[in-house]
């Protein structure tokens, strides 16, 4: 019985001392922060309330009552009645999902274009570097809410557009404009990447630049990309607030937290609860990416542990 517990011990400690990954590491140093538990606790709540908001609520974001009107929180409406006379608790729950759409598919198609991109150039430099480079150098010189302003008032010139049309239009507008950090950071990674001995390795045994660049750079430069795009989902959450704020992002019928604080704006002396709630939705839900950001940065960076 003595021996049996001793060959256990030993293999605990064998498996525990078991050399593991750089996501391995990662995990490892995060599951310990209490900071990183909060961000993801918030951040999942605001995904459940995107995915399935009849769990939260079943009244319709677009029940209008103008009797209602301005009327203050209540037991009847938590966070009471807008202008028009709308749930603002109800049209919270449901805002959550067109803000976390544009946030996902504006990252989604910013690290997809920029780190490809990025990507190339840091591995076959030259013309191609230079090139992409200048590219990305003449995006990171237009000022954000102007271009943002000239895409959105050129595509909003023509038709009638509805939700999806609507919801497109941003998301094209932050991936155009944001792909050069995503491009800078994958490039600077993977000219270090290059120089590295198992590329070199795979250069002299005849492997493809195809492969080296999927099989070898890819796996070891996509840490920094994922933080920005940790970062950059809450940023692009925000954006969209502003660009809606300004009366050119997301508008009617698009129920999202942007739209709701455009609509509070005028009467925010009388009813202010209009604007409270939703901006503090969107404040919480930015700063749980930021801070999620922040955490996996630090468990990435051995340097910073």
């Known amino acids: 019985m003595t021996d ?48 399935a908001p009849q769990l939260f609520t079943h009244t319709d974001p677009n029940l209008a009552n103008l009797s209602l009107s301005r009327k203050p929180p209540s037991a009847q409406a938590w966070f009471g ?14 805002g959550a999902r067109a803000s976390i759409v544009v946030g996902v598919l504006a990252t989604v198609g910013v690290v997809l274009f920029g780190a490809s991109l990025g990507l190339l150039a840091g591995y076959y430099g030259g013309i191609l570097d230079t090139l992409l480079s200048r590219v990305a150098d003449v995006f990171v010189g237009v000022p954000f809410v102007l271009g943002s302003i000239v895409i959105l008032t050129t595509l909003n010139a023509v038709g009638s557009p509805g939700e999806v049309r609507i919801v497109v239009q941003v998301v094209l507008s932050l ?3 944001s792909w050069p950090v995503s491009m800078r950071i994958m490039r600077s990674t993977a000219i270090a990447a290059k120089q590295q001995d198992y590329v070199k390795a795979a250069r002299a045994l005849g492997a493809k630049p195809s492969r080296i660049i999927v099989r070898h750079m890819l796996p070891n430069c996509v840490a920094p ?34 739209v709701m604080i455009n609509a509070a704006k005028d009467y925010l002396r009388v009813a202010p609860h209009a604007l409270l709630f ?18 996996v940065r630090e468990a990435l960076d051995p340097k910073l542990r």
Do not use: C, K
């Open 4 to 51: 049996q517990l001793a060959a256990l011990s030993t293999v605990d400690t064998v498996d525990t001392d078991r050399p593991r990954g750089l996501f391995g590491d990662a995990w490892h140093a995060l599951r310990r922060r209490p900071l990183f538990w909060i961000a993801v606790s918030l951040i999942l709540l605001v995904l459940l309330m995107a995915a």
């Open 81 to 94: 009645y807008d202008n028009q006379g709308y749930d603002v608790y109800s049209r919270v729950i449901h």
């Open 175 to 177: 991936a155009v404009l």
């Open 225 to 258: 990309v994922l933080v920005y795009s940790t970062i950059a989902l809450g940023a692009f959450i925000g954006a969209e607030a502003t660009l809606s704020y300004l009366g050119i992002g997301l508008r009617h019928p698009v129920v999202s937290w942007g």
């Open 278 to 295: 939703p901006a503090g939705f969107l404040t919480a839900t930015v700063l749980a990416f930021v801070m999620l950001g922040d955490a």
